[in-house]
């Protein structure tokens, strides 16, 4: 296979937290802790796990919004964390973000042939002239009429506003585009919509896709692999098929299970797991799913379990996954 | 276990729950009928503005006046002394009772019903002394035990937390404590895990299925999660528009859905097992064109006809019934005979 168009190694971003009398921080949250992962040109490739699991950080971090602590990231084979700001504004174009909150994410005061021009203007790619047509253009590939140009965002349903904020995305032709969370937020019957319009963007555009869920069913539905982690940390990483048929890491496993399934013949035991996620800030010495983990022994406290490969393409965080 | 020989607890019938507001009438609950006996889940099921809390809150007689009415129906509950109240004209003073005793309620944001100035085993214990005429340090007692029952580990100390203190799914844990601290005949669910992690759900879940076992309680379910559905209902009611367009037992309706709106959800859930392959060979996803109909302005005929991909002239024309197709299993649609499959 060619070179991956994204490769992230040992990305850790940390957050300082709470402050003492001299302003200092006492403490950090330990949001994403060194992960390493790659997205192939025109892969489709889900990051799931857990609310605070640091999803949204790898994502932000990667596109610069937030400040990794350490590690890179290279796009098309330029490490970008280390350019300066105006070196990374051409690759800040190739790089889009779609957000979850379809409400939030639109500013509520311009009308929508604004909203889609404003990436236009930033980056400059078009003469005045044609932005007209090119919003036209980029409303009819997400389904909407040009009529929408001259409506505002509370007219518009949750999910047409989700199409809003993609075709706003797609505006500056971006090869790569990082979803946070896109068809949450969304009616079952308009993320089914959402979805299929990803499924052929991406196959027309031959767009490159880091897709951000907490959905095991809806990344299974439309990503070719999938990076689960688990308290800022990757646990286990497979291509899709391989992921859902043979789980090797006891988080995956359990995930897994914990999904309610629509498949009446499914209604099968499931592995509950105990307790709650630990706290970021103190997160367990070891295996950090030590706390939850139906396996765990001693050496699962003493031993950071790293990402090793089990069998091609498919790697797991555990120190046991031999055993089990 | 459901009793079958059991006469229901809940029997709603032809409800109707409308809204008067600046922006005109909202039918939000339209003719809704269902039951539920005990031991039983009963699911309702459907997307956003369908009718489900509107449903919920009418049972619990918490529609707030004077905007909300309910207009026309009755509500039969059947209480711990065996006698059948309609809920509907109850007065004040018997809801009173009712709540929190005979009839609890749990909803999906925990933080909106727990009082965040007491301690939690506080709030219990006073929903418990109010009730069942308990001691201060027995209802005390008691609130630790029902903590315990929940799966609170420490639950003596944990009982002196206040709400802000826990995370989302001990404080879904302890609104469940509280629900059940007085044994309900009916437990109202309203999206209780949907601000959850998945793993945090299969924990509540599993709770709700093993008080249900041991207390024998009916459950209302009110959920937009069609896996959760199938994984919890004995029986499931799916609403549209304020309507109920199918209903029936859990393995009839989700293994053969007759009304095609039951058919395009179950189609539209990534994982479901109605999915396609296109020309492409990609798994795809059923999506229903368009969107969920503005309960201002339903259409005379059918409200799902404008998505609806075998609709016809007829369909438009005037409201289907709710028909029956089997002993337990209604739809409401003109053409099911002729659509099925
Ligand atoms: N700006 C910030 N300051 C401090 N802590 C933060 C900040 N952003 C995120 N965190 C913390 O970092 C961790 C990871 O957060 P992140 O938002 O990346 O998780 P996520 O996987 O996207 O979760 P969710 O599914 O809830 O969106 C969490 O513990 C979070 O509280
Ligand atoms: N207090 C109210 N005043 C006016 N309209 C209301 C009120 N409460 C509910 N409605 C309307 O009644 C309809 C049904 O609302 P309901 O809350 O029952 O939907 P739901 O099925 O529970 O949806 P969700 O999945 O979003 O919770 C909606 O159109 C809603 O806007
Ligand atoms: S390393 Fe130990 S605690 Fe971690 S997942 Fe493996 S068995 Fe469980
Ligand atoms: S009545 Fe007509 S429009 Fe309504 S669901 Fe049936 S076929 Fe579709
Ligand atoms: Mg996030
Ligand atoms: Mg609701």
């Known amino acids: 296979m060619n070179a991956p168009l994204l490769d992230v190694r040992d990305l850790t971003t940390t957050f300082p937290v709470g402050s ?305 | 276990m459901i009793r079958i020989e059991a006469p229901p607890v809940l029997e709603v019938r032809d409800l109707q729950t409308w809204f008067d507001t600046e922006r005109g009438l909202v039918r939000s609950v339209d003719g809704v009928s269902f039951s539920a006996r005990p031991g039983e889940t009963v699911a309702i099921v459907g997307e956003s503005g369908s009718g489900k809390s509107v449903t919920s809150l009418s049972v619990m007689r918490l529609i707030a006046a004077p905007a909300g009415k309910i207009m026309g129906g009755s509500i039969l509950f059947r209480g711990r002394d065996g006698g059948l109240r309609d809920l509907v004209t109850a007065d004040a003073a018997t809801m009173r009772t009712l709540r929190g005793n005979e009839i609890s309620m749990i909803f999906q944001e925990p933080m909106t019903s727990l009082n965040p100035v007491y301690p939690v085993g506080d709030q219990i214990a006073e929903a418990i002394a109010l009730h069942r005429n308990l001691g201060r340090k027995q209802a005390w007692a008691e609130a630790v035990r029902m903590l315990e029952l929940v799966g609170i580990p420490a639950s003596a100390t944990r009982a002196k937390d206040y709400p802000h203190q826990m995370s989302g799914g001990m404080r879904q844990r302890v609104m469940i404590a509280m629900a059940l601290a007085c044994r309900p005949l009916l437990l109202i669910a309203d999206e209780p895990t949907t601000a959850l992690d998945v793993t945090i759900q299969a924990q509540i879940l599993e709770l709700m299925r093993q008080a249900q076992r041991e207390m024998g309680m009916a459950i209302l379910f009110i959920t937009h999660n069609l896996g959760v559905v199938a994984e919890m209902a004995d029986r499931v009611v799916v609403m549209y528009g304020g309507r109920v367009v199918e209903s029936g037992p859990i393995d009839q309706v989700f293994r053969t859905p007759l009304h095609p709106y039951t058919r395009g959800l179950m189609a539209s859930v990534p994982g479901s097992p109605f999915r396609f392959r296109d020309a492409r060979g990609r798994l795809r996803l059923q999506a229903i064109p368009g969107n969920v109909p503005d309960p201002r302005h339903l259409p005379p005929g059918c409200a799902f006809a404008s998505r609806c991909a075998d609709a016809t002239d007829a369909c438009t024309a005037a409201m289907p019934v709710l028909e029956a197709v089997a002993a337990d299993h209604q739809v409401r649609c003109l053409r099911w005979k002729e659509l099925l499959p």
Not at chain 1, 134 to 160: C, D, N, W
Not at chain 1, 265 to 292: H, M
């Open chain 1, 20 to 324: 003492n009398l001299l302003g200092r921080p006492k403490a950090k949250v330990h949001a994403v802790d060194q992960v390493s992962f790659s997205v192939a040109r025109g892969e489709m490739v889900g990051l799931v796990g857990e609310s605070g699991s640091g999803k949204t950080t790898v994502g932000r971090s990667i596109l610069r919004l937030t400040q990794p602590t350490s590690g890179a990231v290279s796009f098309d084979g330029t490490d970008i964390l280390s350019l300066k700001p105006s070196a990374f504004q051409a690759y800040r174009r190739r790089m889009q973000l779609i957000f979850q909150d379809p409400f939030a994410s639109l500013d509520p005061r311009k009308n929508i042939e604004g909203i889609i021009a404003e990436p236009l203007s930033i980056h400059r790619l078009l003469p005045r002239a044609q932005w007209r047509d090119r919003i036209a253009e980029l409303l009819g590939m997400v389904g909407l009429t040009p009529e929408a140009m001259k409506r505002y965002p509370h007219e518009f349903s949750g999910g047409q506003r989700q199409r809003i904020g993609i075709a706003r995305a797609l505006a500056v032709k971006p090869d790569f585009i990082v979803a946070d969370e896109p068809v949450s937020a969304l009616d079952v019957s308009i993320q089914a919509q959402v979805l299929n319009l990803l499924q052929d963007l991406q196959a027309d555009l031959g767009l490159t896709m880091l897709f951000i869920s907490h959905d095991l069913a809806v990344v299974e539905h439309a990503c070719d692999r999938i990076v689960v982690m688990y308290m800022g940390r990757i646990m286990e990483t497979a291509n899709t098929a391989d992921l859902y048929a043979n789980p090797r890491h006891p988080y995956t496993r359990a995930l897994l299970s914990a999904v309610p399934s629509l498949d009446l013949d499914r209604r099968r035991e499931k592995i509950i797991l105990k307790g709650d996620i630990p706290s970021p800030i103190n997160p367990p010495s070891g295996c950090v799913f030590r706390t939850r983990c139906p396996h765990a022994t001693e050496i699962c406290a003493r031993e950071r379990p790293v990402l090793a490969e089990a069998s091609p393409g498919h790697a797991v965080a555990c120190l046991r996954a031999g055993e089990i």
